[in-house]
């Protein structure tokens, strides 16, 4: 964390359950409902409007007593007395003062948010070998750790060279089945120092993940992990009846279980900023405090779809 005007900080996520994050649009696809993916890498990943939204219902849902109005979605989201309003607009609501709201309610101006998100992506990505699970990175990855501030500089401890199509770890073995990928272990050591994995461990990371850790290629890092992606068949509920329907069967693909993901946040100060012409007195602190106390609520209530059916569960390690 860095003091001044705003405070960055990093977070690291394990998922309890797999995590499906919907495109919400059927197109021609390896599965009928897919998961978001980021474009340049192909690579999938929690959007930071998911984790957004989703920590804006907990905050909601934490405050039942003032937020409990009936809302739009499964959770309580208005703030307001005035049913025909979303947003109450005061200067303590950690709803409005935390995650703002649009121009337009009833003539107001709308007030930007005092948390900016950014997309979770995949740190570390268990798959199944013939020696046992591991959890696959890459340089990549280890990199972005780096600047994000969850790695110290000397963390990754790479060995492997950019143009090598072999794998770096020190899980015995001389060759790795990543699902239908066979590589060669070039580099016999842990793709970590030991004082990146010092670091990690302190941040809650579990141990049997930092003692099997696979460096994989960057260019590698997308096929491994998109060809081991959960892929689910199941059959589409009758929201009246609650059985399923004759005939509808969908497949869909998530995220697996104990997956690694590193995000940030940028939170800004309210008392830089003014809401209704009068000057925020609420701390930089209560921002980070109530938005991490609705991180808690992944743990139960999940992000993402499909949380009816046992996904989307997923704990902060360090927050
Ligand atoms: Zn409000």
Request: with cysteine; hydrophobic share 40%; net charge neutral.
């Amino acid at each position: 964390m860095n003091q001044g005007p705003y405070v960055s900080k990093g977070y690291l996520a394990i998922s309890l359950d797999p995590i499906h994050v919907g495109t919400g649009e059927q197109k021609m696809a390896r599965v009928d409902k897919s998961i978001v993916r980021e474009p340049s890498t192909d690579l999938p990943k929690v959007p930071a409007t998911s984790i957004a939204g989703s920590l804006r219902a907990y905050v909601g849902l934490h405050y039942a007593d003032r937020f409990m109005r009936e809302g739009a979605g499964r959770l309580p989201s208005n703030c307001a007395e005035d049913p025909g309003m979303r947003f109450c607009m005061k200067p303590d609501c950690p709803i409005c003062v935390i995650f703002g709201f649009p121009e337009g309610e009833k003539g107001k101006r709308g007030f930007m948010s005092m948390v900016q998100f950014f997309d979770a992506h995949i740190a570390f990505f268990p798959v199944r070998t013939m020696v046992g699970p591991v959890w696959v990175t890459s340089p990549a990855v280890l990199g972005g750790m780096v600047e994000s501030g969850l790695l110290p500089e000397d963390g990754p401890a790479v060995e492997l060279g950019p143009d090598e199509n072999g794998l770096q770890t020190d899980v015995k073995g001389g060759k790795l089945n990543l699902g239908w990928v066979l590589l060669d272990v070039r580099a016999g050591s842990s793709p970590l120092s030991e004082s990146g994995r010092r670091g990690l461990k302190g941040m809650g990371v579990p141990g049997v993940v930092l003692d099997r850790l696979v460096l994989v290629p960057d260019k590698l890092f997308g096929q491994v992990v998109n060809s081991n992606l959960e892929v689910r068949t199941s059959t589409a509920i009758d929201p009246f009846t609650g059985s399923s329907l004759e005939g509808a069967l969908f497949t869909y693909e998530a995220i697996p279980r104990s997956t690694v993901f590193a995000f940030s946040a940028i939170y800004k100060d309210p008392r830089n900023f003014q809401l209704g012409g009068q000057k925020l007195t609420k701390e930089v602190g209560w921002v980070v405090e109530n938005v991490e106390m609705g991180m808690k609520y992944w743990e139960f209530l999940g992000i993402g779809g499909m949380v009816t059916r046992g996904m989307g569960r997923m704990r902060v390690l360090n927050a």
